[in-house]
């Protein structure tokens, strides 16, 4: 009799722990001594798949969470899914409540964090950032390569941008670079009353300076750089002012030609009047 009571019991407990089990304090999984593996697996006894929280300790010992099957590994918060893991490795973030999805990398004890993020607002698209004022830095080869300071400026080879939008240490290439200038474009060289400078008075610049007239001088240049814009309207006040003095000689050359026309034409008519004097002399 006792054995049956026995037998019952250990039946009724058995059941007792496949339906529902509650546990406080640890629970403590063990492998096989033949084995690395401590596995803890989740699963309805109609699925033919099964999700698993499993510890390894082996060389590339630690905890892995997953799923037999193709579905994914979903994290929800509040009732909702926040996160998922998709069979192809990618991860997803997701939120129902706002329009934001954010990863967030935080040290402990600092108060700033950088962040990823995507925004599907109005103005939807993906966010790369920092909370406090520290600079959004790019590595590559262990080394920093691009900057975007809090200012907002961009540093390209360098870390310093000395307060200039976009600061390159290298060569740069572009199809098109459009420079939008605030100040006037030379064309008041051809309007009435410009002062165009003689040529006597440039070559005398040339003469004790070495450079010409309201262009900077090549130590200038070495020491502060040139204004792109600004320099492209001195360059063109220039071939402006050469094309000045180019029409210019062109007016005088064509009156040469003129006066040397008329100087042929003279030279002609006092030919033929010496020759017509020399007839009449000889038929005396």
Not at 28 to 42: A, C, V, Y
Not at 219 to 228: A, C, D
Request: net charge neutral; hydrophobic share 35%; glycine share 10%.
């Amino acid at each position: 009799m006792k054995k049956i009571i026995l037998i019952i019991l250990l039946v009724g407990i058995n059941f007792s722990i496949k339906a529902q089990q509650d546990i406080s304090g640890e629970l403590t999984l063990t492998s096989n001594l033949d084995t690395e593996w401590s596995k803890l697996i989740f699963k309805r006894n109609s699925e033919p798949n099964n999700g698993f929280l499993q510890y390894y300790g082996g060389t590339d010992s630690g905890i892995i969470i997953g799923v037999s099957g193709v579905n994914p590994i979903r994290f929800f918060s509040n009732g909702q899914e926040k996160m998922r893991i998709a069979k192809e490795g990618d991860l997803c973030l997701t939120s129902l409540s706002s329009a934001w999805s954010k990863i967030t990398f935080n040290r402990e004890g600092e108060l700033n964090n950088g962040f990823v993020q995507y925004y599907g607002g109005t103005d939807s698209g993906m966010i790369l950032g920092v909370s406090g004022i520290n600079p959004i830095r790019f590595f590559s080869n262990g080394q920093e390569k691009m900057r975007i300071s809090k200012e907002g400026n961009l540093a390209i080879g360098t870390i310093d941008t000395k307060g200039y939008k976009l600061s390159i240490a290298g060569k740069a290439v572009a199809e098109e670079v459009k420079v939008a200038l605030q100040t006037s474009w030379p064309d008041y060289v051809f309007k009435q009353g410009y002062e165009l400078p003689t040529l006597n008075e440039v070559e005398n610049h040339i003469k004790e300076k070495g450079y010409l007239i309201d262009i900077p001088s090549a130590k200038e240049v070495q020491e502060n750089g040139i204004l792109l814009g600004e320099m492209n309207s001195k360059l063109l006040q220039k071939i402006e002012e050469l094309t000045l003095y180019t029409i210019k000689q062109e007016k005088k050359i064509q009156n040469l030609e003129k006066e040397n026309q008329e100087i042929k034409l003279l030279n002609k008519k006092l030919l033929e009047l010496q020759s017509r004097l020399e007839k009449l002399e000889s038929e005396k």
